[in-house]
């Protein structure tokens, strides 16, 4: 069965200090993987997905295949980052009708 | 521009009430889904749609139930709603075509008294 773990429920870091929120996941296929974000009074929504290699908002993901890790980044942390981050995966890239499985999330707070 | 539309952002109910959470989405999206969110638990799945009349159980179905009778409501039933019932529910749907991507609406907190 897949699995994605946060080993985090709570980060906290200083505004300009770097970020990184851990995603490990277990899956013997090629999964998709993302992270979603949730901020205070929004809806959670995409953030990034591995698939498209984008930089969103300074943060960047990299899958490692290797030690099945899809830890999310920034170099900078800015207030407004503050959130709850999920990371999800799904089996495939065209999964047609199986549902994404999401880790327990990851709140991150930016101290001013 | 709101695409996933949850009936009622809060709703407070008695122990063996009979709970409706409705959801409707305007993207034409085959897939849709019921979650809940609690504090340290994640997302966890209740139900999922594959298709109009279609549902699958996800990980925690118990004490509720789904209807999906258009391809753009999914009805999440709590048929006696109990105190450990209370949480935030999300809705979701995605479509077949291009991204695999759920796009959420905006939750309904349901607390149980």
């Known amino acids: 069965a897949q699995r994605v773990t946060q080993p985090e429920k709570l980060l906290s870091v200083f505004k300009g200090a770097p970020v990184e929120l851990k995603c490990n996941y277990s899956?013997?296929?090629?999964?998709?993987l993302f992270w979603y974000v949730q901020y205070s009074r929004q809806r959670l929504q995409l953030l990034l997905r591995?698939?498209s290699r984008e930089s969103i908002k300074g943060f960047t993901a990299d899958l490692n295949k290797g030690e099945t890790s899809f830890h999310l980044k920034k170099p900078f942390a800015q207030e407004e980052d503050s959130a709850m981050y999920y990371c999800?995966?799904?089996?495939?890239?065209?999964?047609?009708?199986?549902?994404?499985?999401f880790g327990k999330g990851t709140r991150l707070s930016v101290i001013a | 521009d709101v695409k996933v539309t949850q009936s009622s952002r809060y709703l407070v109910k008695r122990t063996g009430e009979k709970v409706f959470l409705e959801c409707v989405q305007d993207?034409?999206?085959?897939?849709m889904f019921w979650y809940r969110q609690d504090p340290g638990l994640g997302l966890r799945l209740i139900y999922f749609?594959?298709?109009?009349?279609?549902?699958e159980k996800g990980d925690i179905p118990e004490g509720y139930s789904v209807s999906r009778e258009k391809k753009e409501r999914f009805s999440l039933i709590l048929e006696s709603a109990s105190t450990n019932q209370t949480s935030m529910y999300l809705c979701?749907?995605?479509?077949?075509?291009?991204?695999?991507?759920?796009?959420f609406g905006a939750g309904s907190r349901l607390t149980v008294l």
């Open positions: 591995h698939i």
């Open positions: 999800a995966l799904s089996p495939s890239a065209n999964s047609g009708n199986t549902p994404l499985v």
């Open positions: 899956y013997s296929g090629s999964p998709e």
């Open positions: 993207m034409d999206h085959e897939n």
């Open positions: 749609s594959y298709d109009v009349k279609m549902k």
């Open positions: 979701a749907s995605r479509g077949w075509s291009g991204a695999n991507v759920l796009t």
